[in-house]
């Protein structure tokens, strides 16, 4: 592959507005292509008039979002009429079309790179099929098959509902316009392909994310209790609330529970005054190395289809095993009973059991610190995953 090769990428947001890990993995792939000697430009949207910008050498263009409103990094929620409207304007929207028509036309690429389409909409499959250029989907939630992430009424769909079904027609139709789709996990893949989506596309392939972590903190682990933890987003489908219910039930004086994030819309306030307890610190937004160096276990209660959650990484990183769902790409990385336990967050008093045999097993996991760090170096060799991407863009200039 040319080390002049042209590529653009294209998501919902880019740095410094981080919605979740899907922008952390995006920008770590950008400076990647840039530092293989190519030139990059990223795509994306924002809530104001267009701008052009570099961020760490990177040109940027923040394209003012063609909806009735910016979601990311609202005070208050837009009310029902508004998201429901915003939702059908999304099924299809030709001014996204449009605006990814012309930066083409401006910065020639020779291949393009698709991430998180929401504010876009699959009219950007147009845009790349008409005008010629090679184009790779990557895969890194169930948004493209349905609004709601396949999320509702605090559980994980099974299947897509009747109006998910409608509203996603056209990006299930308009997939066989790409050369490439990549899943972040073989569940997401799979789960698209299940759905027919991407039938006809030559090349499917499954990389897994890399994390670029300094993993060197000194332990502080107060070892006459037994510390729990939770890093992340505070949002129902997060399953915070299964834990904290969880924790309160079987809590004993040895227990302390460390929950790390912030929420939205006054969630974490409300679960600091609904699960208010000495033994439960609610730490909000910290540096993971602040976090990490207080627990003896990470548990991440996800009760929808998470596909490659970072912190799970950071946790084997760090030396740390983990307490997870069984759910989306979850069960991918974990080696059962050698770096975590899986967990079903819908069969009554499972998580209770994996958090009582872990107190049980606490001096054995312990001393695994070593052998949990191994089981994470696959997905932090940062150099080996560039390398893969590589190879992708190299079929794709092919295909």
């Known amino acids: 592959m040319n080390t002049n090769t042209r590529i653009l990428f294209i998501n919902f947001l880019y740095d410094p507005f981080i919605g979740g890990g899907t922008e952390v993995v995006l920008r770590d792939l950008v400076g990647g292509a840039k530092k293989f000697g190519h030139e990059v430009k990223v795509l ?22 063609p909806n009735l409103y910016f979601p990311f990094g ?9 998201r429901k409207l915003w939702r059908i304007v999304d099924i299809y929207n030709p001014i996204s079309k449009n605006i990814v028509l012309k930066q083409i036309k401006e910065f020639k690429p020779d291949l393009i790179s698709i991430h998180n389409l929401p ?6 499959w147009d845009a790349v099929d008409e005008a010629d250029i090679p184009a790779v989907q990557v895969l890194h939630d169930t948004n493209l098959l349905c609004p709601n992430s396949m999320f509702k009424h605090d559980t994980a769909c099974k299947d897509r509902c009747f109006g998910c079904k409608v509203v996603r027609f056209p990006c299930k139709l308009k ?9 972040v996990s073989n569940f997401i893949l799979n789960k698209y392909l299940s759905f027919d989506y991407f039938k006809d596309v030559p090349i499917k392939k499954v990389i897994y994310n890399s994390t670029k972590i300094n ?9 006459t209790y037994i510390n729990f933890g939770f890093i992340g987003g505070l949002m129902p489908f997060k399953g915070i609330e299964l834990l904290l219910k969880t924790y309160l039930k079987i809590k004993k004086p040895n227990y302390r529970l460390f929950v790390a994030g912030s929420g939205k819309y006054g ?5 600091k005054s609904t699960y208010k307890d000495d033994s439960i610190i609610f730490m909000g937004r910290v540096e993971p190395k602040s976090f990490f160096e207080k627990v003896d276990v990470v548990i991440v209660p996800s009760t929808w289809y998470e596909n490659f959650p970072g912190v799970i990484v950071e946790s084997f990183a760090f030396g740390i095993p983990v307490i997870v769902s069984n759910i989306g790409g979850i069960p991918e990385l974990i080696k059962e009973g050698l770096n975590g336990i899986i967990f079903d967050p819908f069969k009554e008093n499972d998580l209770e059991k994996k958090m009582i045999e872990f107190e049980n097993n606490v001096d054995e ?15 932090l060799d940062y150099g080996k995953w560039l390398k893969e991407w590589e190879s992708l863009y190299s079929m794709l200039l092919k295909a």
């Open 74 to 82: 609202r005070k208050k929620r837009a009310n029902i009429v508004m």
């Open 215 to 223: 993993a060197s903190i000194e332990r502080k682990v107060d070892k």
């Open 267 to 271: 969630y974490d306030d409300y679960l």
């Open 119 to 124: 504010g876009w909409s699959c009219s950007v």
């Open 175 to 183: 997939s066989n316009k790409l050369k490439a789709v990549v899943g």
């Open 365 to 379: 996991w312990r001393n695994k610190t070593e052998i949990i760090r191994q089981s994470a170096q696959r997905f």
């Open 44 to 65: 994306t949207l924002w809530g104001e008039d267009d701008k052009e910008e570099l961020i760490n050498g990177v040109p940027v263009y923040r394209a003012k979002i």
